[in-house]
């Protein structure tokens, strides 16, 4: 978890809500990534930067915005948070690399969201 | 949609022995990664093999990749109490597709 902090570490809100995590690293990687996990569904991309400002939709994107306007800062936001967003929520960063390199990613403590 | 699906999905074992987790994916790779999450925690890159890898050893972990079969094999030797984690595979580039996850309990 060296490196990277998120925040909160545990929040409960109610539904409806807005809410934002931020992610916060000090290894100046380029790429940072938002992930929720969910029983029996492993890890899923919400979405990621690769870069100041730059950023694309993952996998799970509905419901949910992105921001980073600082190399170091991603913030994930829930505009109108819903049950079904209860989740793990972990943040990830990496480096560029080559194709057949790969890009080994490095994550968060975590946040644990409940939306009542 | 997940890209790897692991197998079995849990796996309890005694200290000492060996535990050997499965991973297939659906589409061709460049590299496929393997991660270790032990409970309330972030996940922690464990190795990277290569697509033109077919073995690659680190400590007591060990991997294989068959890709004429699209499937990945994690093998831990002589496991310890520590080991007990859950275990990912993960496929892509800049974006990774993990699996279900493995998880793996080891008893004293």
């Known amino acids: 978890d060296a490196g990277i902090t998120q925040s909160p570490r545990h929040k409960v809100t109610e539904t409806g809500t807005p809410v934002t995590l931020r992610c916060h690293q000090t290894?100046?990687?380029?790429?940072m990534y938002w992930y929720r996990q969910d029983p029996g569904h492993g890890l899923r991309l919400i979405h990621y930067?690769?870069?100041?400002?730059?950023?694309d939709k993952g996998e799970v994107s509905d419901g949910y915005s992105v921001s980073r306007s600082k190399t170091e800062d991603f913030l994930l936001t829930l505009e109108s948070a819903t049950s079904s967003q209860t989740s793990v929520y972990f943040c990830?960063?990496?480096?560029?690399?080559?194709?057949?390199?790969?890009?080994?990613?490095?994550f968060g403590p975590g946040t644990r969201l409940t939306v009542l | 949609s997940q890209q790897g699906e692991e197998d079995p999905q849990a796996l309890s074992i005694q200290e000492g022995e060996n535990a050997t987790m499965n991973c297939s994916y659906k589409?061709?790779?460049?590299?496929l990664q393997w991660y270790r999450q032990n409970s309330g925690r972030g996940l922690v890159h464990l190795i990277l093999?290569?697509?033109?890898?077919r073995e690659k050893h680190s400590g007591r972990l060990r991997v294989t990749l068959d890709t004429s079969k699209k499937s990945s094999s994690l093998l831990i030797t002589a496991s310890r109490a520590a080991d007990t984690a859950s275990y990912f595979c993960?496929?892509?580039?800049?974006?990774?597709?993990f699996g279900t996850g493995t998880r793996l309990l080891v008893s004293p």
């Open positions: 589409t061709s790779i460049n590299n």
């Open positions: 093999i290569r697509s033109n890898e």
């Open positions: 290894e100046n990687h380029r790429y």
């Open positions: 993960a496929t892509g580039f800049q974006k990774l597709v």
């Open positions: 990830a960063i990496s480096e560029s690399k080559g194709t057949a390199q790969g890009n080994e990613q490095f």
């Open positions: 930067s690769y870069g100041v400002k730059d950023t």
